[in-house]
């Protein structure tokens, strides 16, 4: 089946560095789908991307989707604190006539003022 | 990490039966469950939250007669999708957090077909 990997698995940063979280899937993705969880939160939808290449903006964060629709990226700039939480990235799997969302791991992220 | 089971990982059921699925979290209390519902090509969609021990809070618009969600133990959650009809075919899935964690864990999802 489907695998998709999320890498690194934590991520601490100093207030006003920059993130980037990677993820990689073993097929071609028709598109890819970011979630963010705050601690103690659920996993709310960030965005979508859908074309080959394609690059979305959402003031700090930047997402990206391989030119192969099998790898993304998500790098904020700048982090604040309220950047803490989890980001999920997640891809849909499409078998035997249904289709559902494959999720990665996670990146856990944390922000030290 | 953490696991959670989601079961069954399919279903197909008629017109007019109920369906259950089950979330369980195997390492963890999970005194949290989220339960989502998945449209084709869209995002997760949050159905309700879950405490356990309580009634689930239902998002907007997720009619809790039709979904019925039980809580009822750290390690288990069910969603029940009462007198199901064509248009409740859908992907489930459901996440599980412990009291006070970071993070929530995924369930592999269910796919649920009513013909």
């Known amino acids: 089946g489907q695998q998709v990997m999320q890498i690194p698995q934590y991520q601490h940063v100093q207030e006003g560095e920059d993130f980037t979280t990677y993820c990689n899937s073993s097929?071609?993705?028709?598109?890819i789908q970011w979630y963010k969880q705050r601690p103690g939160g659920h996993p709310v939808f960030l965005i979508q991307?859908?074309?080959?290449?394609e690059v979305k903006k959402q003031k700090r964060l930047t997402f990206q989707f391989g030119e192969a629709k099998k790898n993304s990226s998500l790098h904020i700039t700048a982090t604040q604190t309220t950047d803490v939480g989890t980001y999920f990235c997640?891809?849909?799997?499409?078998?035997?006539?249904?289709?559902?969302?494959?999720f990665g791991k996670g990146t856990k992220l944390s922000v030290i003022p | 990490g953490a696991v959670v089971s989601q079961h069954p990982s399919w279903v197909i059921c008629k017109s007019g039966t109920s369906v259950k699925i089950e979330c369980r979290s195997l390492?963890?209390?999970?005194?949290?469950m989220f339960w989502y519902r998945q449209f084709p090509k869209q995002s997760l969609m949050l159905m309700a939250t879950?405490?356990?021990?309580?009634?689930?809070?239902?998002e907007q618009g997720v009619e809790k007669d039709k979904f019925l969600i039980n809580h009822a133990s750290l390690t288990l959650s069910t969603l029940t999708v009462t007198s199901a009809h064509p248009e409740d075919s859908s992907f489930y899935i459901c996440?599980?957090?412990?009291?006070?964690?970071?993070?929530?864990?995924f369930g592999q999802g269910t796919r649920l077909t009513v013909v």
């Open positions: 991307l859908v074309k080959s290449g």
């Open positions: 879950s405490n356990e021990g309580s009634k689930a809070t239902y």
């Open positions: 996440s599980a957090s412990s009291q006070g964690a970071f993070e929530a864990f």
């Open positions: 097929t071609t993705l028709s598109n």
């Open positions: 997640a891809g849909p799997y499409s078998g035997a006539g249904s289709y559902q969302l494959t």
């Open positions: 390492d963890f209390q999970a005194t949290t």
